[in-house]
């Protein structure tokens, strides 16, 4: 059995921004405007 504890809207940010910024993937997340809300290093550097 899992036990999911959910988490405030600023650590659920601070958790997505902490995996985006260590991601060797390109990442990108967006908001519900699909406004760019963080990208990782290796989405923004072919650009």
């Known amino acids: ?24 993937a390109p990442v990108v997340l967006l908001d519900g405007s699909l406004c760019v809300i963080a990208a990782s290093a290796s989405f923004c550097n072919p650009f």
């Open 1 to 24: 059995m899992t036990i999911v504890i959910p988490l405030d809207p600023q650590a659920s940010l601070s958790l997505a921004l902490a995996i985006i910024e260590s991601s060797s």
